[in-house]
């Protein structure tokens, strides 16, 4: 076999063991993400419920259609992650590669989107320290509403980033021929690491788009 | 155990119930349900994560210390915000100033 030194590395009894440890490596490092993005909804929680009113203001100023349509491009782009992991399984060399490209392809759309929406709150000066000049009902805690989502969605801009050049990286390895239905731990472990980006977003959007939509 | 292989069609089924539910948030969002709304948006919040870490991530198929650290890591959260929240919101229960 080609990828022998891959395959099985001397300190581990069998495939199956060293599988399991990279599983069991990987969900801890994504412990300590949940408790990295843990500390901002906790954050969250103690403003939004000192002012609620403010939050429910600052949050209609959000964009949903942008909001809902980058929620779903995220989730397409989380289920073309698990189908490379399935096509990984079962040995399908360009079906890996091509549902890798189209998981890049919907991250990078995400950005696009999450960009033009940080450029319209810009343009309407709700930037917390580069353009800020909102002077209606209660300013300050507003400007705390958008200090919060430009610290998490950023960070997890930042953790899409990152990704993206993971999964590139997966997918030039794949298109090398280096994963086979034996072994394609890199494949699964990277797709944990989105699947974790994806659940962050599952959060942010409720928490950030729809506090007061029924409202107005 | 990660051996098993989960298939295009039950990832497809779980990735129509997470759109499903997209759509549900963002329309239970225009109903005033006073304090119900935060609850209703958490509560599908919560099922659209469990569907991604049990179905997309595995964790259904996955060891028993898999599961483990994952519900260890969901602990550590619950701490880091029922002793931040409990703090927050007993502030002024009791009259002295500053406390």
């Known amino acids: ?216 | 155990m990660s051996e098993h292989i989960v298939t295009k069609k039950q990832y497809s089924l779980v990735f129509g119930i997470l759109l499903v539910l997209t759509l549900t948030t963002t329309w239970v969002s225009y109903i005033d349900l006073g304090k119900l709304n935060v609850v209703v948006a958490l509560v599908i919040a919560v099922v659209k994560s469990m569907l991604v870490v049990l179905f997309f991530m595995h964790v259904y198929w996955s060891t028993k210390l898999n599961k483990l650290v994952v519900v260890a890591g969901l602990a550590w959260l619950s701490l880091l915000l029922w002793l931040t929240l409990t703090d927050i919101f007993t502030r002024g229960w009791l009259p002295f100033p500053g406390k």
Not at chain 1, 53 to 64: D, E, P, V
Not at chain 1, 108 to 127: D, K, R
């Open chain 1, 1 to 216: 076999m080609a990828n022998q030194s891959l395959a099985l590395r001397h300190q581990f009894d069998d495939v199956v063991q060293q599988k399991d440890a990279s599983t069991f490596g990987m969900w801890l490092f994504l412990s300590t993400e949940v408790l990295f993005f843990g500390g901002m909804f906790c954050c969250y929680t103690v403003y939004r419920s000192l002012y609620p009113a403010a939050f429910g203001i600052a949050s209609n100023h959000l964009n949903l259609v942008l909001g809902g349509v980058s929620t779903a491009v995220l989730i397409c782009s989380s289920f073309f992650m698990a189908c490379a992991v399935n096509s990984a399984a079962i040995g399908k060399k360009n079906a890996i590669v091509g549902y890798l490209a189209l998981t890049i392809l919907f991250a990078v759309a995400f950005l696009v989107i999450e960009m033009s929406e940080w450029h319209m709150i810009y343009q309407e000066g709700m930037m917390p320290g580069f353009n800020f000049t909102y002077r209606e009902l209660d300013p300050r805690h507003v400007q705390l509403f958008f200090s919060l989502y430009f610290s998490m969605t950023g960070l997890h801009a930042s953790h899409v980033t990152i990704g993206i050049g993971l999964l590139a990286v997966t997918a030039f390895r794949a298109w090398r021929g280096t994963f086979t239905p034996e072994y394609y731990t890199p494949v699964e472990i990277v797709g944990l690491y989105w699947h974790f980006v994806d659940l962050v977003w599952i959060f942010l959007f409720p928490l950030y788009y729809l506090i007061a939509r029924h409202l107005h």
